[in-house]
Nanobody, 123 residues
Framework: QVQLVESGGGLVQAGGSLRLACVASGRTFTSYTMAWFRQAPGKERAFVATVTWSGDYIYADSVKGRFTISRDNAKNTVYLQMSTLKPEDTAVYYC?????????????????WGQGTQVTVSS
């Protein structure tokens, strides 16, 4: 089983930027597609972005053009660069590991979650 630890959340004004990082340990990092999800108060956990072991990526429509996901396999780390942040981006952000070969990246196919990091965007 892989263990995930996130960092980088905080409070930022609208239009600002933050970078989240997630360090993995315990299993071969490249065995996993990595993803970020977020959960706002009173809402379900939602997909944000994903990156395969080879660097292919997909974004939720709500963050396209503003967020960038990347991974460094040598450092067992996945990043989420968030720019032009909006108040509606406020949420707890979770790093997630999905086994390679899973039919899709979704809450139901995640095999490991990080503890979550709070991102708050003020207007």
């Amino acid at each position: 089983q892989v263990q995930l630890v996130e960092s980088g959340g905080g409070l930022v004004q609208a239009g600002g930027s933050l970078r989240l990082a997630c360090v993995a340990s315990g299993r071969t990092f490249t065995s996993y597609t990595m993803a970020w999800f977020r959960q706002a108060p009173g809402k379900e956990r939602a997909f944000v972005a994903t990156v395969t072991w080879s660097g292919d990526y997909i974004y939720a429509d709500s963050v396209k053009g503003r967020f960038t996901i990347s991974r460094d396999n040598a450092k067992n780390t996945v990043y989420l660069q968030m720019s032009t942040l909006k108040p509606e981006d406020t949420a707890v952000y979770y790093c997630a590991a999905v086994p390679r070969g899973a039919y899709r990246v979704a809450v139901t196919t995640v095999s490991a979650w990080g503890q979550g990091t709070q991102v708050t965007v003020s207007s």
